[in-house]
């Protein structure tokens, strides 16, 4: 079967025929998208600026419509009361727009400190970050931790700098720091003038435009284009001072900065970055046309077969997380897919390679900001919610056409382990369901000693997934469960000739995971190292591949 690629390519055009109209449409379907990430560490305003995009989108009508820490109402599931409680976002949850003529999708991140494999997931759906810093706090911690992920994968990444209607860092210090922690260059697309009490706007570096922030009336931009930085008219608008100091920093970049370059951006090299304050609503509008202008619209994936073009006739894509009952009153279970190629119709059957069998999408649903809408056809960049009744695993490949695998998703080897049993031994059918589900959504990853003596353990990314298993356990499931905290660290999926009994390394336990897979748990580096050097045979890998075999 012809794949548009050989096609626009210009070979065997003749013997296309009809279809090769089908695959255009795709692809001005496709060149109109762009899915992002937004990430960040808590309180840099990533929902404040969630919000001000939908509202440009009109997919929200008022300010708070988005899940907030202080806004409950859009909790859309009982076990969310965690997240009340805690006052954090535990789920990842995606939204959409359309603004100018382009769809775009935004993937929310946690961004709190305990986040869990969910998170890394949810990034391998984006095809660029937006990477949001509190322009007095800089580069913090969990951003740190994001951007490395983004980085791996090597989207562009875009950087939004916030707060500046508050006292805020020396933006040639931001830059700096960025290049410092995070190894990556900048180019400022716009840069400020001021900052705090006598922040006046920003400066647009392409456009030459100034764009005026009015502290007591934050809705009144004016906007003013001018020859270039040295024009008179900003003398005028700006006063002398701040004018002099605009010259100054916008040659200091022309000279010392780097220069725009499309491909290092492109490959995640070089980051633009932009100036402004979500809460006034300043500086967003701007950053989401120059982001339109900029970010790619889905890109080829690697899968079993080779890359797949978004613009492929045939529809694919993978599951990179599942949700149960994220709506108490139904019990239901939500698969969310990200659509790699082709075009995906409502009620269409694809394969599932996994199971080797056809599966009917019956009830896809796409995210309006809070609100589920059943979907009737969705593009390569989409994330879909399908109806899961138990056949989905993260990690599963949904195609058309030639079988084949997408090999994106790992399974991060988790930090942290507890031993797990349940209180009341007559619950043990509801626990083993809960365990069951929860381990395909990959809340937890589950681990089984291998002394032949019943032996349950949980092993996750961030703590905080513990707190999350005994929640649903009990709320979900009805099961009260004990966990015992384990002492190891690091978890090591082995290859080569492994026989539990012969592995005598002190700190160290022989286990398999939930496919019967050798794993063994280290307390620290040290027994790893150890137990490398002892049994040269062996082979320790941190992650195992969904589809087993591939390292
Ligand atoms: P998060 O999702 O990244 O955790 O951050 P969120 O948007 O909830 O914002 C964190 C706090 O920062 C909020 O204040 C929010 O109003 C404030 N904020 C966001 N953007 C800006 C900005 O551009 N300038 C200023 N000055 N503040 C900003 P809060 O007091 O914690 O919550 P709230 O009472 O305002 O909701």
């Known amino acids: ?202 400066y647009d570096r392409k456009n030459k435009y100034v764009e005026l922030f009015d502290s007591d009336d934050a809705k009144k931009v004016r906007v003013h284009k001018v020859e270039d930085v040295e024009d008179a008219l900003l003398t005028d608008l700006l006063g002398e001072e701040a004018h002099q100091k605009l010259i100054e920093d916008i040659q200091l970049l022309d000279i010392a900065g780097d220069a725009y370059d499309d491909e290092k951006i492109q490959k995640g090299d070089l980051t633009p970055s932009f100036f402004g304050s979500a809460l006034s609503n300043f500086g967003v509008q701007t950053f989401l046309e120059h982001f339109l202008n900029i970010a790619p619209a889905p890109v080829e994936r690697v899968s079993s077969i080779g890359p797949i073009n978004p613009a492929d006739q045939k529809f694919s894509g993978y599951i990179f997380k599942i949700q149960a009952n994220m709506n108490p009153a139904h019990r239901d279970r939500i698969a969310f897919l990200r659509i790699c190629s082709g075009k995906f119709e409502r009620g269409m059957s694809v394969k599932h390679p996994r199971l080797k069998k056809s599966v009917k999408l019956s009830q896809p649903q796409q995210f309006l900001a809070q609100e589920r809408n059943i979907v009737q056809d969705a593009y390569a960049g989409d994330i879909i919610g399908l109806f899961d009744p138990g056949i989905f695993q993260i990690g599963d490949t949904l195609c058309e056409g030639q079988t084949f695998t997408y090999d994106e ?33 990959g809340t937890v990853q589950f681990f089984e000693g291998t002394t032949g003596i019943e032996e349950m353990m949980i092993g996750v990314v961030g703590e905080l997934q513990f707190e999350v298993f005994e929640y649903r356990m009990k709320h979900e499931y009805n099961v009260d469960m004990s966990l015992q905290r384990l002492p190891y660290q690091i978890a090591r999926w082995v290859d080569g000739d492994f026989k539990p009994s012969a592995f005598q390394v002190s700190n160290a336990k022989p286990a398999k995971d939930k496919e019967g897979r050798p794993v063994v748990l280290f307390e620290n580096e040290f027994n790893l190292r150890w137990a490398s050097e002892r049994f040269p045979d062996l082979a320790f890998y941190s992650q195992s591949h969904f589809h087993y075999g591939k390292k």
């Open 409 to 441: 998703m790992p399974n991060f080897a988790p930090e942290h382990f507890a031993r797990v049993s349940i209180k009341n031994a007559l619950k043990k059918k509801q626990f083993l369901k809960g365990l069951q589900q929860l381990t395909e959504e």
């Open 1 to 202: 079967m012809l794949h548009y690629h050989e096609v626009i390519k210009g070979t065997e055009r003749e013997t296309f025929e009809g279809k090769e109209r089908i695959c255009n449409v795709i692809k001005t379907e496709v060149d109109k998208r762009k899915t992002m990430a937004i990430i960040s560490h808590p309180d840099a305003g990533k929902t404040t600026l969630t919000e001000k995009l939908l509202l440009f989108g009109g997919a929200i009508h008022e300010a708070g419509m988005v899940k907030g820490k202080k806004n409950s109402k859009f909790a859309t599931s009982d076990w969310m009361e965690i997240e009340k409680q805690r006052g954090i976002s535990v789920t990842s949850s995606v939204m959409e727009f359309d603004y100018d003529g382009f769809r775009i999708n935004i993937l929310d991140t946690p961004g709190h400190e305990d986040f869990s494999e969910d998170t890394y997931r949810t990034l391998t759906a984006a095809d660029s970050a937006v990477m949001l810093i509190d322009g007095a706090k800089g580069v913090e911690a969990q951003t740190k931790k994001l951007f490395e992920v983004c980085s791996q994968r090597g989207i562009p990444i875009f950087t939004f700098v916030n707060k500046m209607d508050r006292e805020t860092r020396d933006p040639f210090e931001l830059m700096e720091e960025l290049e410092e922690v995070l190894g990556m260059r900048s180019y400022p697309m716009n840069w400020p003038i001021g900052s705090g009490i006598d922040f006046q706007g920003i």
